[in-house]
């Protein structure tokens, strides 16, 4: 924020009106990155903490993956984690190319058995990237392994629950 130091923020007196823009009272409100790929006609989703920069990709599609390292060098990210919310014969991930060319580890559901990733996650598990969390809750259904993802007041489903549409064939 303009005219404050590098190091903090400046203190003051909270008895006289707060700027509109207050640095000790700013909540930053991050919306998801969400990049659509038409020809499998799924969603990727890109968190960045504000603060340090690092991100987690959720979900990243094979063919994608120039466009997906385009999103997250536009943020001035640092990848550290590429969350898969299920796996099966029509879910092609870029995690690989991913992880070559980030550095960044792999999340995937316990049950649904990719190998090899970092972590396998269990209901309840929780990434961090930052001062940012994802929490993993276990969604079977769309396959038995799926898992779903609670970050602040947004929950990526995956194919648990599909946007405009009811599955396909």
Same mark, same amino acid.
């Given at each position: 924020?303009? &005219?404050?130091?590098? +190091? ?7 008895? *006289? ?10 909540? !930053? @409100?991050? %919306? ?6 038409? *020809?499998?006609? +799924? ?35 640092r990848l550290l984690w590429i969350i898969e919310t299920h796996a099966h014969a029509d879910h #092609? +991930?870029?995690?690989?190319?991913? !992880? *070559?060319? @980030?550095?960044?580890?792999?999340? @995937?559901?316990? &049950? ?9 996650? %269990?209901?309840?598990?929780? #990434?961090?990237?930052?001062?940012? @969390? ?8 769309? =396959? ?12 990526? =489903?995956?194919? =648990? ?9």
């Amino acid at each position: 924020i303009a &005219g404050l130091p590098a +190091t903090g923020h400046r203190a003051h007196d909270h008895t *006289e009106h707060c700027p509109a823009v207050c640095p000790q009272h700013a909540v !930053i @409100t991050m %919306q998801p990155i969400q990049l659509f790929d038409p *020809e499998s006609s +799924t969603f990727t989703y890109l968190l960045v903490d504000p603060h340090s920069g690092d991100a987690a990709i959720i979900d990243p599609v094979d063919h994608q993956l120039d466009r997906d390292l385009a999103a997250i060098r536009e943020q001035n990210a640092r990848l550290l984690w590429i969350i898969e919310t299920h796996a099966h014969a029509d879910h #092609i +991930t870029s995690a690989a190319q991913l !992880i *070559e060319h @980030t550095g960044a580890q792999a999340a @995937t559901p316990a &049950g649904c058995g990719i190998q090899p990733a970092a972590r396998q996650l %269990q209901d309840g598990d929780v #990434i961090a990237f930052g001062s940012e @969390t994802l929490t993993a809750i276990h969604t079977p259904g769309h =396959t038995a392994g799926s898992m779903s993802f609670r970050w602040r007041d947004h929950v990526f =489903t995956g194919d =648990t629950l599909l946007i405009d549409g009811c599955g396909r064939t």
